[in-house]
């Protein structure tokens, strides 16, 4: 097998019954490294040959429609079926990719007027989303405060500025996760209140159960959420499927027209799907029925913050008028890599301690190694090993990982190596010992940091910019370019005058001095202040008149006019984008005035918000060096050695009497799993008493151990796994739980070498 330019395909078993695709609906179950993105292009391109020849299901004018969940995934897409198409001798044309929310976003604005938009709709991006999200969670407060007054713990009848600000994170991701779900079910907040007070009426599920309070709640921010979204005169990503799906509804003659312009529709990563978006697909090919899902139930990792589950995939597979086919041969690992993954697998779905993750974490499916003529052979056993280790504390674990790669880099130049963390604050720490060690890496987290000291420095210098007189934005200001001086020549190393400069009384003197005033006087006079100390503080003060009388100027070339005397190459073109993303938010935000926008800045995501997903893009690990990321970016990649840190109890809990994040025993588990349960319950007409939090524990640890699974199956050769015994908590030394899944693996690993 192969997808490299100007080769051509050979397929494997799995795929050569893939490629037989005559007509109807077809699931595939591909298990990790099967090639199914290289099938998928294989196949529209066989489609497109068949056209040209004369016969399938395209006719003269139809296009083959290809789906997927991610840009960079159809981007890599659109390029594999062109190189498909051009070893065939076609030309690069009668296929269109798109993504899901691309896909409907089309869609309507085909026919705006139909589904009551403007022409000239906007799309709302995440930031938005959120901030009105923030809004609406804000004026639910206000008017609720005996309500959530009562939450807190204790008696509920004593309350403070902490459980304000706890309680406010907890609503807005309740309230996310009830928009997100009743979205889904093509619910909007009026229907959702009704049937909650119809449910009441009829003396429905009871009341007092925490799951129908917290869903109440999360309707009626939802409420007001939806009424900032509309005024706003814009469209969430939410709505653009369900108008949608209303449209080719309402209008069957349009959705008619559709299934002649995409007489065949292929879905990759099919096991993120949700129900509405399976609906939008499913009505696009309701008249020809020639809908091809590919996907992999064991690499579904994004359930426990969408509406995503892999059960609407495998469910599709078992449908009587499905043809359910598997991709079980793999090439990318070693037998001892795929043996444990397997062996996992077979273990969870047989044996595991919570009955419920039995049959909601897996799909029984088998990863087998190529045949003896498959032009991808996976890699020798003999070179192949795997490790799993215990350490006493998380900076001795990081430590030996940090000092391993470096050995083994150095010894194996030819290897790709990554470590995989499960968070991206794991990712972040890791990257500081690396840099504390001197060894480059690929940093391939949320943002890297660059990206967020960029972000930070142009934040902190506005808001001062803004204030200047303002002691306290000074010292952010100038603390913030000096955490920059690797950057920046600023300070002499080690040389560290943030508390002299918190210590500016008179702050006017630096940079509105009267005659005869010196530097010096800005400073309490209970020390000689030496020269070494005062001349980076001159420097400081120069450059601020100088980005002070650029604060007139429009916003963003403030931006470029601190960005001009401070950066350079990669991070100067990262502040063009944040002088773009600053400018927006002024012009979104007319009242803002520069402490209102470096506060919006230092809230902003860096990557996805202000440099518009950077790092997002198709990369490719160079062999030598080092790639640190999380475990749900790693999906898709592989390297030869994958190190897998902090497998504790903490990240992968086992039972549900574990500790589990977001989890208030106070309020009874986590609100946002109890409203999504309660309202799944009440639309399946399920008893409401079943909707607890132990069914959202059992699918979190579902989840966790699929997220695991992903993470396994990167490794090619090698493969370590740890976890630690402590963890520096503030001032304290903790202990942290072992997680289940570690030692079972080890017991899984030993009995594999009796074998």
């Known amino acids: 097998m192969s997808g490299m330019p100007g080769v051509a395909f050979e397929p494997r078993p799995g795929q050569r019954e893939i490629l037989a695709y005559e007509a109807g609906r077809m699931g595939v179950a591909a298990v990790p490294g099967s090639g199914k993105t290289t099938t998928i292009a294989a196949l529209a391109a066989q489609l497109l040959n068949r056209r040209y020849r004369g016969h399938g299901h395209l006719g003269d004018s139809g296009e083959v429609l290809v789906v997927t969940y991610q840009n960079a995934a159809a981007e890599s897409l659109r390029r594999r079926i062109g190189r498909q198409l051009a070893v065939q001798g076609l030309p690069p044309s009668g ?24 022409a000239d709709f906007r799309v709302l991006d995440e930031r938005s989303q959120r901030e009105f999200i923030d809004r609406a969670v804000a004026d639910w407060n206000a008017e609720n405060t005996p309500i959530w007054g009562r939450l807190a713990p204790g008696d509920g009848r004593t309350y403070g500025p902490d459980w304000e600000d706890n309680w406010r994170r907890i609503a807005a991701g309740l309230a996310r996760t009830c928009i997100a779900a009743a979205k889904n079910l093509r619910l909007d907040p009026d229907a959702l209140l009704a049937l909650l007070a119809r449910q009441a009426a009829d003396g429905g599920p009871p009341q007092q159960l925490p799951g129908m ?35 080719l509804e309402t209008h069957p003659d349009l959705a008619t027209r559709l299934n002649q312009r995409w007489p065949v529709v292929l879905e990759d990563e099919a096991q993120d799907s949700v129900p509405l978006q399976e609906e939008l697909l499913g009505r696009l090919t309701a008249d020809h029925g020639h809908w091809i899902r590919v996907g992999d139930p ?23 008028d499905v043809t359910a086919l598997e991709m079980q041969v793999s090439g990318r690992c070693a037998v001892p890599v795929m043996d444990l993954a397997n062996d996992l697998v077979d273990w969870v779905c047989d044996e595991y301690p919570v009955v419920e993750v039995r049959s909601r974490a897996f799909r029984r499916q088998h990863m087998v190694p190529t045949l003896a003529q498959d032009p991808q052979q996976n890699p020798p056993e003999a070179d192949s090993r795997i490790v799993l280790r215990a350490y006493e504390h998380r900076d001795e674990e990081m430590l030996d990982v940090v000092r391993r790669a470096r050995r083994f880099s150095e010894s194996r130049p030819e290897c790709t190596l990554a470590v995989l963390v499960p968070t991206n604050r794991l990712g972040y720490d890791l990257a500081d010992v690396l840099r504390a060690q001197e060894i480059p890496f690929d940093e391939r987290l949320q943002s890297s940091r660059s990206s967020r000291t960029v972000v930070d420095l142009l934040a902190a210098i506005l808001g001062f910019v803004g204030d200047p007189l ?23 190393p080690g040389q560290d005058l943030t508390v002299l400069v918190r210590s500016c009384y008179r702050p006017e003197s630096l940079f509105y001095p009267q005659p005869g005033v010196v530097l010096a006087d800005a400073f309490p006079p209970v020390q000689a202040l030496r020269d070494a100390d ?18 007139r100027f429009p916003v963003d070339q403030l931006v470029l006019t601190i960005a001009d005397d401070l950066l350079a190459g990669d991070d100067l073109a990262r502040a063009h984008k944040v002088a773009q993303f600053v400018r927006r938010r002024a012009d979104q935000n007319p009242s803002w005035r520069l402490p209102d926008l470096a506060i919006d800045l230092q809230r902003a995501d860096a990557a996805r918000d202000v440099l518009g997903g950077e790092e997002d893009g198709e990369y490719e690990p160079q ?12 999906k898709g990649m592989e390297w030869d050695l994958v190190y897998l840190v902090s497998i504790d109890g903490v990240e992968f809990p086992g039972t549900t009497q574990d500790y589990f994040r977001g989890y208030q025993e106070h309020l009874g588990g986590d609100p946002a799993e109890l409203a999504r349960a309660q309202l799944t319950a009440l639309m399946d007409d399920a008893s409401p008493l079943a909707a607890t939090s132990r069914a959202g524990q059992a699918e979190y640890i579902s989840e966790r151990l699929r997220l695991l699974y992903v993470a396994i199956t990167r490794a090619r050769r090698f493969l370590s796994v740890s976890f630690s015994q402590h963890v520096t908590s503030g001032q304290r030394n903790r202990r942290v739980q072992d997680a289940m899944v570690f030692h079972r693996l080890r017991t899984l690993l030993e009995a594999r070498k009796r074998l």
Do not use: C
């Open 470 to 492: 303002s002691s306290r934005g000074l010292a952010g200001a100038f603390a913030a370019l000096q955490s920059f001086a690797s950057t920046v020549e600023f300070t002499e």
């Open 623 to 634: 062999p030598g060096q080092l790639t640190v990321t999380t475990m749900h970016k790693a």
């Open 534 to 551: 005062l001349l980076p503080i001159e420097t400081f003060v120069a450059r601020s008149r100088r980005w002070m009388s650029a604060a």
């Open 298 to 320: 064991n690499q579904s990792i994004t359930s426990t913050f969408t509406s995503a589950d892999p059960r609407f995939l495998r469910r599709f597979l078992e449908q009587e």
């Open 213 to 247: 309070l917290y869903l109440r709640i999360g309707t009626e921010v939802f409420a007001r959420y939806q009424m900032l979204v509309e005024t706003s005169g814009g469209i969430d990503f939410n709505d653009m499927v369900r108008l949608a799906v209303d449209l």
């Open 95 to 118: 296929y269109a990719v798109r993504t899901l929310h691309g896909l409907a976003y089309g869609i309507v604005q085909m026919w705006p007027g139909h589904v009551g938009t403007a």
